[in-house]
């Protein structure tokens, strides 16, 4: 606990600082970034010794099984997130070939010195409003001699490491489990067709470590930290202390917006339900999260654009099932559904205070997630779903599973985790690989761009993986995908794009209008055109 402390307050201070730094040195280079993680070395040894160790968790076989498990899988995922075979640039897994592009331009986007707080690099005239933690702590690296592979690997590793730990520290071999093997019952087509290959990619529920760990670097800090987070509250309020300081807890609590915000809700809620249940802990978690609410609303405030960010919540009754009606969630989610009903009305009955506390955000989460679509996206809830879901696994197998005979107890387990078991060996198998870019190209982008000031705005080709984007140019309307995702109101500068890429009639009264400075035009060599100067906008280096 106290390494793994360590490390995710280092991430948080070197974050932390470094936006801090940004803001008033407007950008960061070099001597600011490693000055950022001094301050987080710093910040890391205050925690380790701050920690205090608590009794040792010895692993059981089972537990020994699933952590090499998680190792063996981390290690084929992210040893290859980013990878060289000839002239390409290859991702291994087909979910990370749009993420991967997005975190690319965000990370030397950052690096390449843009004033803080920047406008999207997606999106001309819109602020940025994403969690930059996991990207900018990846440009401090960059700005500090890490290559940026080596950067997204290592990074890549160290918070899959800190996972495997806090979800066994969390709920054992079990929670390890859950997050590794989660599905319905689509991976049994394996049986009929012998063939291994991710049964779970075209459904909702997907594997979460191929789906959520691997392309979603924020969660590589906040899934760890949330664990963290959740294991010591169990323990502070319903156990005999879980010997991280309030201090510690406080400040990766109220920075987590920088880096998810999804966690960051879900830890609320379970502060909630912890005051609803243990009445003895009401006083402390009022002044706790008090106390937090002006620090974690302006860190809101910053990754929302200044609170500008479209939700795209609506009214979504059975979540993505379509017409599917029941199959759907026989498919998706085979045995887990009617198992957590059986959890939550046990808990509620019969269970511990801090069984029912946990259930109980868990109900409290999956019931909306089911009934509403939270973002513009609606496969989005399941980065909810998710935290449902891991809260309740210690639960799910101390008040359901444990308790039964061994038999019947297997034969739920291996309902409950071969689909995803088999998802995860397909997704992950060696045959796989999806070129993200080809190098020579990206050679000569930069050579196009070489003397191009880094925040001029580039009229592109709306492609997920162009060079440009890849540089961590800002653009004046990026990927499609990626604009409707976060909400952005993209459709009319999106229009003019079309027509400057066309160079049609009044093309450059576009790009002026569009703020861009310049258009580049994909070709052997690329064409790079440059615009009139563009209109006076509204400051981009401000989300109000």
């Keep these: 606990d106290k390494t793994a402390a360590a490390l995710l307050a280092a991430a948080c201070g070197s974050v932390v600082f470094g936006i801090l730094l940004a803001f008033i040195f407007e950008g960061v280079g070099p001597r600011t970034a490693a000055a950022s993680l001094a301050a987080g070395l710093a910040c890391g040894a205050a925690a380790f010794l701050s920690v205090r160790a608590g009794p040792a968790q010895k692993p059981s076989a ?46 030397r986007y950052f690096a390449s010195g843009i004033p803080f707080w920047p406008g999207s690099p997606i999106l001309s005239g819109a602020p940025l409003s994403y969690p930059p933690g996991a990207d900018f702590f990846n440009s401090l690296l960059l700005l500090c001699g890490v290559p940026l592979r080596e950067g997204l690997v290592w990074c ?42 991710d049964f779970q990619s075209e459904l909702a529920w997907k594997n979460l470590f191929l789906t959520m760990l691997v392309p979603q670097r924020g969660l590589l800090y906040a899934l760890p930290c949330g664990l963290l987070l959740l294991r010591a509250w169990r323990d502070d309020f319903f156990g005999t202390g879980s010997g991280i300081p309030r201090a510690l807890q406080f400040a990766l609590y109220a920075t987590m917006p920088l880096f998810n915000v999804h ?19 009401r006083k402390t978690l009022a002044a706790f999260v008090g106390a937090a609410v002006p620090p974690a609303t302006l860190c809101v405030w910053l990754v929302t654009g200044g609170f500008a960010a479209s939700s795209g919540m609506r009214w979504l009754p059975g979540w993505m099932q379509g017409t599917g009606g029941a199959m759907f969630w026989i498919i998706n989610f085979g045995v887990a559904l009617p198992l957590l009903a059986f959890l939550f009305w046990r808990a509620a009955l019969r269970g511990s205070p801090s069984a029912r506390a946990f259930c109980l955000v868990s109900f409290a989460t999956f019931a909306p997630c089911f009934l509403f679509a939270l973002a513009p996206w609606e496969w989005d809830n399941t980065k909810l779903l998710l ?11 101390t ?12 034969v739920f387990c291996f309902l409950l ?28 982008a930069e050579t196009a761009l070489a003397g191009i000031p880094p925040e001029t705005r580039i009229a592109i080709a709306q492609d997920y993986n162009h060079p440009v984007i890849l540089h961590g140019r800002p653009v004046v309307c990026g990927y499609e995908g990626h604009l409707w995702s976060h909400g952005l109101p993209y459709r009319e500068k999106m229009g003019l794009l079309k027509n400057i890429l066309a160079l049609g009639p009044g093309h450059q009264a576009d790009a002026a209008k569009a703020g861009a400075g310049l258009i580049f035009l994909r070709g052997t060599p690329p ?16 989300p109000e």
């Excluded at 009929?192 to 290959?197: E, K, L, T, V, W």
């Excluded at 999806?434 to 020579?440: D, E, F, V």
């Design 399 to 410: 008040l359901v599973l444990a308790p039964m005979h061994k038999i019947p107890r297997a």
């Design 417 to 444: 985790f071969f689909s995803g078991a088999v998802s995860l060996v397909g997704g992950l198998d060696g045959r796989h690989g999806y070129g993200l870019a080809k190098r020579s190209e990206l050679a000569a």
């Design 387 to 397: 935290w449902a879901w891991l809260a309740a696994a210690p639960f799910l197998w």
């Design 263 to 281: 966690a960051f809700l879900f830890l609320s809620l379970a502060l909630a339900s912890i005051f609803l249940v243990q009445p003895a802990s």
């Design 527 to 542: 064409r790079v055109i440059k615009t009139e100067p563009p209109a006076k906008a509204s400051p981009e280096s401000s």
């Design 156 to 197: 890549g590793l160290a918070g899959a490491g800190l996972s495997a730990f806090l979800l066994w520290r969390w709920g054992g071999a079990f929670a390890i489990a859950a997050f590794l093997f989660n599905g319905g019952i689509a991976g049994f087509a394996i049986l009929r067709s012998g063939a291994i290959q």
């Design 62 to 107: 089972w537990d020994i099984l699933l952590l090499a498990i998680f190792a063996i899988a981390s290690l084929r995922a992210f040893l290859w997130v980013l990878y060289t075979i000839g002239d390409e640039w290859r991702v291994l897994s087909p979910y990370n070939l749009g993420d991967m592009s997005l975190h690319i331009q965000f990370i």
